[in-house]
């Protein structure tokens, strides 16, 4: 009998959504004035919650982590590869540290900068299952618009309807969720805030900005329509992530199911 009654246990602990994985890909700002070099962040992690830090690329038949698949950028329809800037850190959690990256990019041209991070699957202990979050986000040079709405044709996908980087606080964020350029019917989404600073310097999460008042406002819930598409308003300032899960075409690595997800950030700024 106590083995139902912790079975059941972990089971509704499981489903709660403090337990959402989303990979970041940050940079404090997504709207820049003029170009500059920015600084990168590559970590697997619960932006809201912050309760656990994740080793990227962790495999289940081998102590070495798998390295990052892909990593580029676009910026006026021109893709420049970013894997070798991508260099390994530990990230420093509240709870506790992982396997992260950290890089620099000179976005210095007018425009938007595309930004697609492929990690390899991440093998999740607690469900037997791996774990890949196609990531993207944008940063905006000036103020003139060019790749933000670009389609990728990603296994997995969110294609954005509003630019990423220009919402005001009370607005609403609109994608469309695809897997290789077909719109994906009732995707679910989950939604977190990035309810944390983040420490550049220390390569680490700061205090929390706001305190859930239950668990199912940690990650919030949605569904796409049967078109893929989804609008979720947006009620704070600060980063947002929404992640797509199992949206992606491939179900399967090393032999165990796969999720693989599409994940996108957006940045949303305070009126004043």
Excluded at 127 to 134: A, D, F, K, T, V
Aim: aromatic share 12%.
């Amino acid at each position: 009998m106590k083995r139902f009654y912790l079975a059941v246990a972990m089971s509704l602990l499981l489903c709660t959504g403090a337990f959402a994985h989303f990979q970041m890909l940050y940079t404090p700002e997504s709207a820049l004035e003029k170009g500059t070099t920015i600084e990168l962040r590559e970590v697997f992690t619960h932006p809201f919650a912050d309760e656990h830090t994740m080793d990227m690329g962790k495999q289940h038949d081998s102590d070495k982590l798998a390295g990052v698949e892909a990593f580029y950028v676009i910026n006026k329809d021109k893709k420049k590869d970013l894997l070798g800037t991508l260099k390994a850190i530990t990230w420093k959690g509240n709870h506790n540290s992982g396997a992260a990256y950290q890089s620099q990019y000179k976005a210095k041209r007018m425009g938007d900068h595309l930004f697609v991070l492929q990690p390899a699957p991440y093998y999740e202990a607690g469900e037997g299952i791996y774990i890949q979050q196609i990531t993207k986000m944008i940063v905006n040079v000036a103020g003139a618009p060019t790749d933000w709405d670009k389609e990728l044709g990603l296994k997995a996908e969110i294609v954005p309807l509003i630019k990423p980087y220009a919402i005001w606080t009370g607005s609403t964020f609109t994608g469309i969720v695809k897997s290789n350029g077909e719109a994906v019917p009732f995707a679910e989404i989950e939604v977190e805030y990035l309810n944390r600073d983040v420490d550049l310097d220390k390569n680490a999460m700061g205090p929390a900005y706001v305190e859930a008042p239950q668990d199912s406002f940690v990650t919030i819930g949605i569904k796409a329509d049967k078109d893929g598409k989804f609008t979720f308003g947006l009620p704070k300032a600060g980063w947002w992530g929404f992640c797509a899960l199992g949206a992606g075409s491939d179900k399967e690595y090393k032999g165990k199911e796969l999720s693989q997800d599409a994940v996108i950030w957006v940045q949303v700024k305070d009126m004043k």
